[in-house]
Structures are given as structure tokens and as C-alpha cells.
């Protein structure tokens, strides 16, 4: 298994990429949507949290796709700095809306998905991370509720109060003047038959491209959040969207912390599952205390999940993809995100140091 750090648009300099190495990365996953463009209530120096019901930020440019150029460019920036760039993580939601509420663009946004696959297996990028949703991550609270009093994010109950309204999807604004007015509720198996048609006409172009999609689950993995039904809230789900389009290019961005949250099943065995099929395209690792609606994320060591034991998995099955600190509490001193990343980073370094060990090192006999 190798270790990466996920980076914000905006953290995509020298100074990251060198924090990155310091901290014991070989490799960088980029966030490359600006989740936080012309949003006040989102600050940067954390993970894009909003509030319960406000948007990240508004949505990238429609006409403007990631071109070939800037991506080889965004490569060679990261190798420079002596790391490998394993993947990119979302879409933006002003390149596929559509495909997501099935609207009028649906066909122009399906040939943007297919472009910016294209480009990718052109630039050397291998995975795709996305998360199909209409309401995205929602519905969270910032509480200083983490160990010693870290602020950190939870949920304190369900998130359907306010439903999604117009011009807005996935948690962005994609459409500053949309008519007033709210989304109507979309039937979980109509979702469902997007998200087949989705991968129908993608996942082909993706193993033309050699690039991996990876889908992340439901964030917080809720049945519905803003009256939208979701679809992969418990673990069994993910084996659904992989038997959809069977194929090495339809995978999973396994979220160890998100499928803790999970109401069912346990996300030991879920990592065991998924890694054993080798459709674990990468790994987000957090832990987390309680379950939706009732729960809030903490520091590695200090939550409901056992890491030594989720690392020991992942090893028995010889994963040899990409592992990042999925998110941190907020760390009280002058970078908490920093310190966050760097504790998690420490944690995960010294579980794989002893895995090794332990394969070396002879038992003692007595
Ligand atoms: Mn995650």
C-alpha cells in the first residue's frame, strides 16, 4: 500500500507538495473542482464543510474542461516536487449536472465526462474519483466535540428539512439564476437507472483511456438527505454499482470512515470484500465515533474503527493502491489542518512500519 495526501484546488503549490514528502507521502490525489470558489461561509483551511444547508461554493465554468495541457502540466508540477499524482477526485459540477437530474445537457455532459477521461489517460492521470448524488455531502455540523476539544464534523440528526433548490446539485451552485423554487424528489431506482446509463456510456471510454473511475459513497450515508434519495448508504450497496457495468474501470473509492457510519454491516469486512476483488481503486481513511444520524469524525486512533486492523486487511490482500487521510479535526495551533493531516500521517506510517516488522522480524519462540 502506498501513501498519498489529498490536496484543495487551491493547495496545489510547492509549499503543499513539499509538506506532502515531509510528511512521508509518495503520492497526491487533487481535488481539482475549486469546492470553495465564491464561497464565504466555507473556509479554506479545511475540508469544504458549509453549514447544514448551505452550498461549498458555485460551480466551475460549463464551457471550460480540464484540457489535455494543464493536466500533463499539473503532473509534471507534482513529480518535480519527487511525487507521483495517483488521482483526481470529482467531477465539477458544472461539467455533468445533467447526468446527474437527467436534463436537456445530459448528452453534451456525458461527451464533457468522456473528454475529460480522454485527457486524463492523455496526461497519465490512472483514477477518477467521483460521487454520485444529487443532494452530495450535506447536512453536517461543526462541533469542537473531537478529542480535547477539536472541532470537528458530525451530523446531529437527519438533513431533510430543506430540500435542494433550483440551479443547485451535488452541494454546488451550478446556476446562479435559477427560478426560485426546489428540486423535486428523484425515486431511488430512477437514480439508480442514471447512474447504470452513466457508467454504460462512460466505462468504455475508460478502459479505452486507461483511467479507473472510483466511486465514493454516500457522504453522510443516509437513506435520503434534503428529501433526495441516495444510493450506496450501506455497505452492501458499493456490490451494486460494481455489477452494474463489470469491468477493472468501474471501482471504488472505498471511504473507510463513510461506510463505518453505515447503519449495517461492518466496514472491516467491507474493506475485506472490496480489497479481495481488487476494486478498491484507492482509500480514504478516517475514523469516526456512532453511526448516521448520530455521529462525528475523529482523530485516527480515537474513534469506533480499528486502523491496525483495517491496515492488516488491506496488507493480507496485498492492496497496492493509494491510501489518504480522508479528513482530521482541526488541530488547536496555528495550521490545524496541517497538524491534522501530519497526526494521520504518523498514525498510518507507524501501523505500516510495525506490518512490516512483523513480516521480518522472527517470532519470539519460547
Ligand atoms: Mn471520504
Redesign the pocket.
Known amino acids: 500500500m502506498k501513501v498519498g495526501l489529498g490536496l484543495y484546488r487551491h493547495m496545489l503549490t510547492r509549499e503543499y507538495y513539499d509538506f506532502a514528502r515531509q510528511a512521508g507521502c509518495t503520492h497526491i490525489v487533487v481535488h481539482y473542482v475549486d469546492y470553495f470558489n465564491q464561497a464565504g461561509s466555507n473556509p479554506r483551511n479545511n475540508q469544504p464543510t458549509g453549514a447544514k444547508y448551505e452550498p461549498w461554493g458555485v460551480a466551475g465554468d460549463p464551457p471550460k474542461l480540464w484540457t489535455a495541457a494543464e493536466l500533463k502540466q499539473l503532473r509534471q508540477q507534482i513529480e518535480a516536487a519527487g511525487l507521483t499524482l495517483a488521482a483526481l477526485e470529482n467531477l465539477d459540477p458544472g461539467h455533468w449536472h445533467d447526468i446527474l437530474l437527467d436534463g436537456p445537457r445530459r448528452p453534451q455532459h456525458i461527451e464533457n465526462v468522456k473528454t475529460i477521461i480522454r485527457r486524463m489517460g492523455e496526461a497519465g492521470i490512472p483514477v477518477l474519483g467521483y460521487y454520485f448524488s444529487l443532494a452530495g455531502v450535506c447536512g453536517r455540523v461543526t462541533t469542537p466535540s473531537g478529542r480535547g476539544g477539536a472541532l470537528t464534523l458530525g451530523m446531529d440528526g437527519p438533513a431533510d428539512e430543506v430540500p435542494v433548490p433550483n440551479g443547485m446539485v451535488w452541494n454546488m451552485v451550478y446556476d446562479k439564476s435559477a427560478p426560485p423554487g426546489a428540486l423535486p424528489a428523484v425515486p431511488r431506482e430512477e437514480l439508480w437507472r442514471r447512474l447504470q446509463r452513466f457508467l454504460e456510456d462512460v466505462v468504455p471510454v475508460a478502459e479505452q483511456s486507461g483511467v479507473r473511475l472510483a466511486a465514493?459513497p454516500d457522504?453522510p450515508p443516509m437513506p435520503t438527505m434534503r428529501g433526495q434519495a441516495r444510493l450506496i448508504f450501506q455497505p452492501h450497496m458499493y456490490q451494486r454499482l460494481l455489477d452494474l457495468v463489470p469491468s477493472r474501470c468501474n471501482a471504488l473509492e472505498l471511504?473507510v470512515?463513510?461506510i463505518a457510519e453505515m447503519t449495517e454491516g461492518d466496514v472491516h469486512e467491507a474493506v475485506d470484500r472490496y480489497c479481495k476483488q481488487g476494486k478498491i481503486a484507492y482509500l480514504?481513511l478516517?475514523n469516526v465515533a456512532g453511526k448516521v444520524p448520530h455521529y462525528r469524525e475523529t482523530f485516527i486512533d480515537d474513534g469506533d474503527v480499528d486502523m491496525v486492523r483495517i491496515l492488516s486487511t488491506l496488507e493480507r490482500n496485498h492492496f497496492d493502491g493509494v491510501i489518504i487521510p480522508?479528513h482530521s479535526p482541526q488541530m488547536s495551533c496555528a495550521a490545524p489542518w496541517h497538524a491534522g493531516m501530519a497526526h494521520t500521517l504518523g498514525f498510518i506510517l507507524a501501523v505500516k512500519a510495525m506490518l512490516a516488522a512483523s513480516k521480518t522480524t522472527p517470532r519470539p519462540t519460547d
Open positions: 465514493h457522504d471511504c470512515g463513510t480514504h478516517r480522508d
